[in-house]
């Protein structure tokens, strides 16, 4: 009887004792990392990894409630060997990061961490090929960074089949091959540029911007230029099953296809070209009605040459054409005929007409800006107002210098910015990057010139009214002046409601009730654009509507999750001993988002707390990238400066999750 109930006994015991001595059967998290951190080399930041019952304020860790979560070893000189076995029994750990620091060798076995949410392997000099099935099973990963490695090879199916990745980063390494067809076609960050990659995009990635794709010489397809099919050349994946005779007749009949469909575009491009060149020669008399909208003298006007450059000169003095008026008394060192006679560049294209360029000679250079859409106010209001304008003196607001009258159409005459606009220099890859010194200067000028127009304006609710980055022009010194200001009483109000920035604010786009904290919300979203570096969406002009709230939701998105240093941009990622102070600004830029009329910051708060901040953060300050929590808790020392994000419901009622 007894020797039957034995087993039982056994079984009994072994598990009691289970459940009262785990460490017995396996190590603390603690114990494991200490482990971990026995594989790594030049491990002294790493030195605090000593007593447990403090882990979350060892250096690196991610903690939410106490409770760890994720590493973040950046930035600290580390090498070695990053053991996944160890790693492996870090039962919560979901993210894992080591950017910035000097691992090499082939990437590790990664793919046992199936809980992993996020891998960032980004600025080491990790090489090689990763295998095909390096990320099999990650189900769970939403973003990986490798860029700024040396892997080669093409890049792995199994990182194309992750159905939950939002953020993808393979720059400057040297993937070479075709780009997969990815199963995730929404991203939220996708950058594939400076490598060896080949062939074509595939569709599915087409709406990517251009420069996730620059850099690979042999990469073709929207949106780069398109393909030219030859048929040596094969466009499919060179690890695709071998072409079956069916396979082959298909791509004859395509190949028969394509080169018909190349033929026709040939000959209607012929046909384009000879049209073009016939009205080019009509045009070469009409050049100059497009830019003053004036009768034209034949013998005087000259066509665009091929630089863009353009001469300005024509009757345009002619009496009933309008004339030149100068707002500002220190420039009167150039007149209507010297402005006429410059020769000119267009800038750019708007949405109220193109701006120039004119070199004045012996003159300065100034700025035209052609404006349409503002034929409903009477000469002498216009007059008034561009006087007030023309007053207005702030080392932060681009000078007026003059304007040109007609009923249908103005001219306003602005100084020209050595450095173009703070646009072309976030967006543009113009070679020029803006570290995080520069940024914070801009932003301070930018919200001190915003301030000015607050005060010369109390009556009106959006004394600047198109508040953007493409407004924003730099001088030889960086310093910002902001442009465009103060026009929106002049404005047709259809105009005004489908292209002007304060237009785009969630007052106005759902409740048409512009107030005095509108203007502030293109402050945020300035701001959240100027440390993300990503282009708010609403920017572009594809007609009426549209919000500018893309920017703040996705911002709320990655914060609401656990990775907010992932919303800095790249180029000031790297910022040493400011990334609390960046923090703030994020505070700032998010509070001056908040839908919430109510709660958000107004023009004075917004500039108090902006001129606050500074480059470095102060040395009791200890910061690492951080959670939502430590958003909420570190980097500001004000109580009263509460925070909070857009609530869910704010974003229920626009049906706006991008998550
Ligand atoms: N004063 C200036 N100095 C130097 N560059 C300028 C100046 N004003 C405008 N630009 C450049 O000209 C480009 C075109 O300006 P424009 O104002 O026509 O377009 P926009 O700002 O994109 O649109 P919008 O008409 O909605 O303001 C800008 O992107 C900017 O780079």
Redesign the pocket.
């Known amino acids: 009887m007894m020797a039957h109930k034995k087993p039982f006994f056994y079984i009994f015991t072994f598990f009691m004792l289970s459940i009262c001595f785990v460490p017995i059967f396996g190590d603390t998290n603690g114990q494991i990392l200490i482990r971990f951190k026995g594989f790594l080399s030049n491990n002294n930041a790493l030195n605090n990894w000593v007593d447990e019952s403090n882990l979350c304020n060892w250096s690196g860790l991610l903690c939410t409630n106490n409770n760890f979560y994720g590493l973040r070893l950046e930035n600290m000189g580390l090498g070695g060997k990053i053991d996944v076995d160890t790693l492996f029994e870090l039962t919560n750990l979901v993210s894992f990061s080591v950017m910035n620091n000097s691992f090499e060798g082939p990437m590790p076995e990664f793919k046992k961490l199936v809980k992993l949410r996020g891998l960032f392997l980004s600025n080491n000099k990790f090489s090689g090929e990763i295998l095909d099935n390096g990320f099999e099973g990650m189900v769970n990963l939403k973003r990986v960074f490798l860029a700024g490695n040396e892997f080669n090879g093409h890049i792995p199916f199994s990182l194309a089949s992750l159905t939950r990745l939002l953020d993808l980063d393979l720059h400057d390494n040297s993937f070479g091959g075709n780009i997969p067809e990815f199963q995730q076609n929404v991203f939220r960050f996708f950058d594939l540029s400076n490598n060896q990659l080949e062939g074509q995009i595939p569709i599915s990635l087409s709406n990517e911007p251009l420069t996730s794709f620059s850099g690979n010489k042999g990469l073709c397809g929207k949106p780069l230029n398109p393909c030219n099919i030859s048929p040596t050349k094969s466009i499919v994946h060179p690890n695709s099953p071998p072409s079956t005779q069916g396979n082959r007749n298909k791509h004859k009949r395509l190949l028969r296809v394509l080169i018909v469909v190349l033929a026709i575009v040939l000959l209607a491009s012929i046909v384009a070209l000879l049209f073009i060149q016939s009205r080019r020669r009509r045009r070469s008399v009409k050049q100059l009605k497009p830019i003053l909208g004036l009768q034209q003298n034949s013998q005087k006007t000259q066509s665009f040459k091929e630089t863009q450059s353009i001469d300005l000169a024509g009757d345009f003095s002619k009496g009933e054409n309008g004339e030149l008026n100068f707002v500002r008394e220190d420039r009167g060192s150039f007149d209507l005929q010297d402005l006429l006679r410059a020769s000119a560049e267009v800038?750019?294209?708007?949405?109220?007409g193109?701006?120039y360029?004119a070199m004045i000679s012996n003159g300065p250079i100034v700025?035209v800006?052609r404006f349409r859409h503002m034929n409903n106010v009477g000469k002498n209001e216009f007059f008034e107002h561009m006087e007030k304008l023309g007053s207005l003196k702030h080392p932060n607001l681009?000078p007026l210098v003059a304007f040109y009258y007609k009923k249908e159409e103005k001219f306003l005459v602005?100084?020209?910015?050595e450095n173009?606009?703070l646009?072309?220099h976030l967006h543009g890859r113009n070679g020029i990057v803006l570290n995080w010194s520069t940024r914070l200067k801009i932003i301070k000028g930018v919200a001190r010139g915003l301030s000015h127009l607050y005060e010369e304006f109390p009556k009106q609710n959006l004394p600047h009214g198109?508040l953007k980055s493409?407004?924003v022009?730099l001088n030889n010194s960086f310093e910002p002046l902001l442009?465009?200001y103060g026009l929106i009483p002049m404005t047709n109000k259809n105009h005004a409601q489908q292209?002007m920035a304060s237009y785009k604010s969630p007052e106005v786009t759902h409740f048409d009730r512009p107030n005095g904290k509108t203007d502030i919300w293109c402050l945020g979203i300035l701001i959240l654009e100027l440390l993300t570096g990503k282009f708010p969406s609403n920017y572009l002009r594809h007609g009426k509507g549209g919000e500018s709230s893309d920017l703040a939701t996705w911002v709320n998105t990655v914060v609401r999750e656990e990775w907010t240093g992932e919303v800095f941009d790249k180029d000031i990622m790297g910022t040493r001993n400011g990334e609390g102070e960046m923090l703030k600004l994020l505070r700032i830029g998010m509070f001056c988002c908040e839908w919430s009329v109510e709660r958000r910051l107004d023009w004075k708060d917004a500039l108090a707390k902006i001129e606050e901040l500074k480059e470095k953060d102060s040395e009791d300050e200890s910061f690492s990238y951080v959670s939502e929590g430590d958003l909420y808790s570190k980097g500001v020392t004000d109580d009263d400066f509460s925070f909070s994000v857009v609530t869910d419901s704010h974003v229920d009622k626009i049906g706006n999750v991008t998550d």
């Open positions: 800038l750019g294209s708007g949405s109220f193109s701006t360029k700025v800006k681009l602005y100084d020209y910015g173009g606009s646009a072309s198109h493409s407004n022009i442009t465009e292209f």
